[in-house]
């Protein structure tokens, strides 16, 4: 019994862990952070920032000296020179060399400093594709949203009209029963239950979908028991209406990241074109080397009079290391005189960058002035839209209850209850339909206005 006890409570506490597992509900906040912490084009963007940095750190290493070090041990058979003596000997003979080089850059045309400012400027617009990214993925993960929130409304209208129309095909049995309406009738409102059917089939599976390209947004794995929080109130809470598109329009000229992009994009392309002209001008560079050599054979011992009179053996090794150093130093001057016009068409081909970004910049101001009054008329239209449906749906709805009592004393046939019911139905789902993009389209003004689509 005991046993039993504990078998029973084990399982009722992991019965309680699927449940309140499965009833984990997303808001529109926490789709938006996750999907910003885990989509794979932002982590892409997040590469591209990293990149940038990296080239920033190349830029500032121009100005550094650059240090190269060098050695070389080799074995020299038969007759050669004695590198240390500059005799020729037959003898084998091994010789180990070292030497270091340094340079620096005095001047090379502001090229160095051009480039640390390219790259600075390539960061920032890396970190404004970044938040254009995460701006995007927001605004897909919030229409996906919605668009889950509609799909599920609809289900529940298609499953209180297949309801409603069941309880209909019962009382219509009893009524064909004691005679009150033909047999035909039935048959009409068994259609209509049998198409309402479907229409839930239909509304399931599109909820279903529609879950399935949410969490693939969030890129979730485990996406069967998904599901996320009904709460929706069609409203204009920041009363961004009440905004004029210019008002609109000027806010967004201060704060788009598409038009930042841009404007950084040609500063880069101006900073081009300086690289480019530094190629005209001379460099100069400093240079420092250091080198000494040993020898392993014997050298050739000398008497008084300068004749050889036998070997002795050579030098130790850090003796000789250095007595036979040598040190040189100095500065070079280049200057650009003809280098089949490279340099020319750089500069060329930096310009015409430049002026594509002039215009870039000017077609962004433009899109950005024709998206925001767009989307301001589309927002009103929205919402007259859905005011209309709203006011249609009350009238639908008095109209169908009305055919409803005709229809239960026999005052209307079938076919025009069942018509009276479908444009309910139609006027229902018109309410969800504009009501959802209504929504959207408040959040896509206050994008522009720059209004965050969730808070920090």
């Known amino acids: 019994m005991k046993k039993n006890s504990c078998i029973s409570f ?231 209406m009440a905004q004029s598109p210019a008002a609109i329009y000027d806010k967004a000229k201060e704060g788009r990241t598409e038009l930042k992009i841009a404007r950084t994009n040609l500063e880069i392309a101006q900073k081009n074109v300086e690289i480019a002209k530094g190629a005209f001008q001379p460099t100069l560079q400093g240079f420092y080397s250091f080198n000494s050599r040993v020898s392993y054979a014997d050298v050739p011992a000398f008497d008084s009079m300068g004749n050889i009179i036998g070997t002795k053996s050579p030098a130790p090794f850090f003796d000789q290391f250095s007595d036979n150093k040598g040190q040189s130093f100095g500065a070079q001057l280049s200057i650009p005189i003809f280098n089949g016009f490279s340099a020319k068409n750089n500069v060329e081909r930096s310009k015409v960058s430049l002026e594509r970004s002039k215009i870039a910049v000017e077609q962004q101001d433009l899109d950005l002035q024709r998206n925001v009054f767009t989307a301001f008329a589309d927002a009103k239209g929205a919402l007259n839209a859905y005011e209309s449906s709203v006011v249609a749906l009350e009238s639908r709805q008095g109209a169908y209850d009305y055919a409803k009592e005709k229809y239960a004393v026999g005052l209307m046939n079938s076919f025009d209850f069942n018509q009276s019911q479908t444009l309910l139905t139609n006027a229902q789902s018109d309410v969800l339909r504009t009501k959802y993009d209504y929504i959207f389209k408040i959040k896509i003004l206050e994008f522009y206005f720059g209004i965050p689509l969730i808070k920090n």
């Open 10 to 240: 084990v399982f009722i506490v992991l019965f309680g862990l699927s449940v309140q597992g499965q009833s984990k509900k997303w808001t529109l906040e926490e789709c938006v952070k996750y999907a910003i912490q885990n989509n794979i084009s932002i982590k892409q963007s997040e590469l591209d920032t990293k990149t940038a940095a990296i080239d920033k750190k190349g830029a500032i290493g121009n100005f550094l000296p650059s240090l190269n070090a060098s050695a070389s041990h080799s074995w020299n058979i038969g007759l050669n020179q004695d590198i240390t003596t500059g005799l020729l000997r037959n003898q084998t003979t091994q010789f180990t060399s070292a030497g270091a080089n340094v340079g620096v850059d005095i001047y090379k045309g502001l090229q160095n400093q051009n480039t640390l400012r390219k790259a600075n400027l390539s960061i920032v617009a890396a970190k404004y594709q970044l938040l254009k990214m995460q701006e995007d993925v927001a605004l897909n993960v919030a229409n996906a949203f919605l668009q889950v929130l509609f799909n599920k409304e609809n289900l529940k209208v298609q499953k209180e009209q297949l309801g409603i129309n069941e309880k209909q095909y019962a009382r219509s049995e009893e009524l064909v029963k004691a005679g009150s309406i033909p047999r035909g009738d039935l048959l009409d409102i068994k259609a209509t239950v049998a198409s309402n059917n479907q229409n839930v089939i239909a509304a399931d599976n599109a909820l279903l979908i529609s879950k399935l390209s949410l969490a693939q947004l969030l890129q979730l794995k485990d996406f069967e028991n998904f599901d996320v929080v009904d709460d929706t109130d069609v409203k204009d809470e920041n009363n961004i």
